[in-house]
T-cell receptor, first 117, second 113 residues
Framework: AQSVAQPEDQVNVAEGNPLTVKCTYSVSGNPYLFWYVQYPNRGLQFLLKYITGDNLVKGSYGFEAEFNKSQTSFHLKKPSALVSDSALYFCAVRDTSTDTGFQKLVFGTGTRLLVSP | DAGVIQSPRHEVTEMGQEVTLRCKPISGHNSLFWYRQTMMRGLELLIYFNNNVPIDDSGMPEDRFSAKMPNASFSTLKIQPSEPRDSAVYFC???????????FGSGTRLTVV
């Protein structure tokens, strides 16, 4: 079965410093990988996705993620964190190997990012 | 496009009452998902539809929960009777294809007292 793991419940970083939010995945076929962000009292918003191609994916708000097949990871990164980046971040995976003709996203448990001024 | 529209935004009801949550997906999207989010359990997929047909309802917690999608532009999630442990934020999301991500609504915060 497909799954994702976000090993950190919370990540703390000072404004201006680089940030990394970790995600590892497990699928039987080729993965489609996603990152979403949730601000307080809001729904999840799409940040970026990896389907195929370049392992470094750029997304919204200056975020990027690196797909690493050998390590089965898809870590979210940003070179310089902003206080406004403080939110809950979810990694998700879709397994393309199933035969159902439609594959659902499986979300991780979320990582709370706290950026201090 | 106005995005995925959920109503109501907030709902407070008494235990035992029926609750109906509503969702209008993005026009043209052919898949719709209902999620529940709580502090204790995180984000849980309850049920999802593809072309208005329920594909997987294994996440529906009990028979008190039911969901329908009578047409491509509308879905409901009903809880009858409601219980305090049903208190959560319920999200609806829609998607166009298997390679696309989901677009989430703003959620309905349900409080059962």
């Amino acid at each position: 079965a497909q799954s994702v793991a976000q090993p950190e419940d919370q990540v703390n970083v000072a404004e201006g410093n680089p940030l990394t939010v970790k995600c590892t995945y497990s699928v039987s076929g080729n993965p489609y990988l996603f990152w979403y962000v949730q601000y307080p009292n809001r729904g999840l918003q799409f940040l970026l996705k990896y389907i195929t191609g370049d392992n470094l994916v750029k997304g919204s708000y200056g975020f990027e993620a690196e797909f690493n097949k050998s390590q089965t990871s898809f870590h979210l990164k940003k070179p310089s964190a902003l206080v406004s980046d403080s939110a809950l971040y979810f990694c998700a995976v879709r397994d393309t190997s199933t035969d159902t003709g439609f594959q659902k996203l499986v979300f991780g448990t979320g990582t709370r990012l706290l950026v201090s001024p | 496009d106005a995005g995925v529209i959920q109503s109501p935004r907030h709902e407070v009801t008494e235990m035992g009452q029926e609750v109906t949550l509503r969702c209008k997906p993005i026009s043209g999207h052919n898949s719709l998902f209902w999620y529940r989010q709580t502090m204790m359990r995180g984000l849980e997929l309850l049920i999802y539809f593809n072309n208005n047909v329920p594909i997987d309802d294994s996440g529906m917690p009990e028979d008190r929960f039911s969901a329908k999608m009578p047409n491509a532009s509308f879905s409901t999630l009903k809880i009858q009777p409601s219980e305090p442990r049903d208190s959560a934020v319920y999200f609806c999301a829609s998607s166009l294809s298997s390679g696309a991500g989901y677009t989430f609504g703003s959620g309905t915060r349900l409080t059962v007292v």
